[in-house]
């Protein structure tokens, strides 16, 4: 497996000195850069509190270690599972069935392709979608993906639920929307182009858990090969290892190591920047499963805290364009992402095959992604 490891974007840089200043310039090409050759970087944020996170891990173990009748109230199946609840086995990586995507995976040298997907049935993960959007100023065309929140009902987690998700929600927020605002800057448009694009967005504090009394074994699929229908994916620390990104360029399965101190996020690009982006910036595809550091760390974290619940958490937050934005490649985008093809083809690395990023509107584009992976009918 290989150990190469993202670049490190400092957000401090860009929020510390004027926008003109060459470190800022320096920074802002380096996260575009970042993003077009890997598809994901490391983002080093001073305002994020590790404690933040870490109470938002213990919540998220509490409230999956419940009696399954107990969360079977927050699902919303009738809302597409875009609030509340999913719980484990509903969700099919789209890619298990999806052509262009196995593709990619036959295009891969075999010592670095995922874990095999074609015979595992929907994720054994479960999930909480809390949304931190905004309501439109004017009336959508996609309600659905704008209902209203689940709270949970048992009272010990009721109580920390909203001020928790809030707190660490905001925190990855305003970092993944900073980095709009360096990845635009770098990719030469104004700084807001997609920070305003994304206003009114669905944006979605998203964990998953996984549990690892149940799924533990070497090998276990937690989360199939797939790539984030969103705009850009970013996530905190996870107590237990095992998330697996596919750097764009370099066709390497890296297994995700944070800085072992101090307060980085991870980053991750979706479906909805490539389509803006005209391919240029592709949807980085991930994998998480059982390797053999998470069996390590089960080990030493039941030794720890035996008192915890053995779930893997992940800290997960979705951000969206509007539902109602327009979306269509930007043409400065869109030519340079043929030159970079071409170029591509012209050193004889294979790339995705050609596709074509029809206009539609973002919810539009929302809609067919959960049609893909069964959570809308
Ligand atoms: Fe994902």
């Not at 994020?48 to 891990?57: C, G, I, P, R």
């Not at 095999?116 to 929907?122: F, L």
Request: charged residues 25%; proline residues 7%.
């Amino acid at each position: 497996m290989s150990t190469a490891t993202l670049p490190v974007i400092d957000l401090d840089v860009f929020l510390s000195q004027p926008q003109q200043s060459d470190a800022v310039v320096r920074e802002c090409q380096k996260a575009a850069d970042a993003l077009i050759t890997y598809g994901a970087l490391l983002l080093h944020d001073s305002r994020v509190s590790e404690q933040d996170n870490s109470a938002f891990l213990d919540l998220l173990e509490d409230y999956f270690n419940q009696p399954e009748p107990e969360l079977r109230k927050d699902e919303r199946p009738e809302l597409g599972y875009q609030v509340g609840v999913t719980l484990e086995n509903t969700e099919k990586p789209k890619c298990a069935v999806d052509e262009p995507c196995l593709n990619v995976i036959a295009r891969l040298d075999p010592a670095e392709r995922p874990l095999d997907i074609t015979a595992h049935q929907p994720d054994p993960k479960c999930r909480f979608f809390w949304k931190m959007s905004q309501k439109p100023p004017y009336e959508t065309q996609f309600a659905a993906l704008n209902a209203p929140n689940v709270v949970p009902e048992s009272d010990d987690i009721k109580e920390r639920w909203e001020p928790t998700m809030e707190k660490w929600g905001k925190s990855m927020k305003d970092a993944v929307e900073n980095l709009c605002e360096m990845a635009a800057i770098g990719l030469g448009l104004p700084r807001e182009t997609f920070k305003e694009a994304g206003k009114y967005g669905p944006h979605l504090l998203a964990p998953t858990a996984s549990d690892l009394r149940k799924y533990n074994k070497k090998d276990s699929i937690l989360a199939g090969f797939h790539t984030d229908l969103n705009f850009l994916t970013i996530h905190g620390r996870s107590r237990y290892p095992g998330l697996h990104i596919w750097a764009r360029n370099t066709g390497k399965r890296i297994p995700v190591k944070f800085p072992p101190t101090g307060r980085y996020l991870l980053v991750q690009a979706g479906k909805q920047l490539e389509h803006l982006s005209g391919g240029l910036i592709k949807a980085g595809f991930h994998e998480v499963v059982v390797n053999e550091s998470t069996v390590e760390t089960i080990e030493r974290r039941r030794e720890e805290f035996p008192d915890r619940p053995l779930i893997r958490i992940s800290s997960t937050f979705f951000w969206h364009l509007s539902s109602d934005y327009d979306l269509a490649p930007i043409p400065s985008l869109a030519s340079r992402a043929r030159t970079v093809r071409s170029a591509a083809m012209k050193a004889g690395i294979s790339e995705q095959d050609d596709v074509i990023y029809e206009s539609m509107k973002v919810g539009q584009q929302v809609q067919n992604e959960l049609r893909h992976i069964a959570l809308m009918a």
